[in-house]
């Protein structure tokens, strides 16, 4: 499970530094191999292979003949990449990836329980400064599913 928010740098070669946390997670559940991609939020998206496997899965099942949802499949499909952590606990994160979400030098990582984000440091803080203006409204509708 992926907790906790952490601030890493991301190298000039474009690797980023796995909070050792993380870390262990990975080598109790899940090993080395990842599954990077974008995400609506304009962030990234860091999956374990295997959980990588089980969203492909119910992503497969959504009937593709809608727009929309041919164009998500595109998005979430079409710019992920596989990446395994090194022997110092970094990923390389492509520079199109990098790109998307506008990331520099600093980065934050955000645990979000079976995943963690990957955002460029003032985007996290945009994001971070919303959600606690929202979050009666975030709560509300999550309460709605029974949380």
Same mark, same amino acid.
């Given at each position: !499970? @992926?907790? #906790?928010?952490?601030? +890493? =740098?991301?190298?000039?070669?474009?690797?980023?530094?796995?909070?050792?946390?993380?870390?262990?997670?990975?080598?109790?559940?899940?090993?080395?191999?990842?599954?990077?991609?974008?995400?609506?939020? @304009?962030?990234?998206?860091?999956?374990? !292979?295997?959980?990588?496997?089980?969203?492909?899965?119910?992503?497969?099942?959504?009937?593709?003949?809608?727009?929309?949802?041919?164009?998500?499949?595109?998005?979430? +499909?079409? %710019?992920?990449?596989?990446? =395994?952590?090194?022997? &110092? $606990?970094?990923?390389?994160?492509?520079?199109?990836?990098? %790109?998307?979400?506008?990331?520099?030098?600093?980065?934050?990582?955000?645990?979000?329980?079976?995943? @963690?984000?990957?955002?460029?440091?003032?985007?996290?803080?945009?994001?971070?400064? &919303? !959600? =606690?203006?929202?979050? #009666?409204?975030?709560? *509300?509708?999550?309460? *709605? @599913? $029974?949380?």
């Amino acid at each position: !499970m @992926f907790l #906790g928010r952490y601030r +890493h =740098t991301i190298d000039t070669k474009g690797r980023l530094s796995i909070p050792g946390k993380y870390r262990d997670a990975l080598a109790q559940r899940y090993g080395d191999i990842l599954v990077v991609t974008k995400d609506p939020d @304009f962030c990234l998206v860091v999956h374990p !292979m295997e959980e990588w496997k089980r969203l492909a899965e119910k992503i497969r099942s959504i009937p593709g003949n809608v727009q929309a949802v041919k164009d998500y499949k595109r998005f979430i +499909h079409g %710019e992920a990449v596989d990446c =395994t952590l090194d022997k &110092q $606990g970094r990923i390389l994160i492509p520079p199109e990836l990098r %790109e998307f979400a506008r990331l520099g030098r600093d980065a934050v990582l955000v645990g979000v329980e079976d995943h @963690f984000e990957v955002w460029a440091h003032d985007r996290w803080q945009i994001k971070a400064e &919303q !959600m =606690t203006r929202e979050i #009666g409204q975030i709560a *509300g509708a999550v309460a *709605g @599913f $029974g949380v």
